[in-house]
């Protein structure tokens, strides 16, 4: 049975978004693998920049006009 291992991967890892550049060091590879690679839903970065993406998301959505 084949493990699916991109559902454990943090979506933002291959964006290479420079918030996330603390934890991604050398320093830091074991809290990388288990945050990046592993319960990234608990990464306080990961819901910064999903929350910084959903508001731009919504400011894009053109506004309904009543008729």
Known sequence: MAVDYS????PYLERRDSRCAGVLTL???HEALSRCAGDHQYCP????IRLS???RDSARM???KSA
Do not use: E, V, Y
């Open 7 to 10: 559902q454990h991967l943090c």
């Open 53 to 55: 993406d959903l508001a």
């Open 45 to 48: 970065t990961f819901h910064r």
């Open 27 to 29: 320093t830091n590879l």
């Open 62 to 64: 053109p506004i309904a």
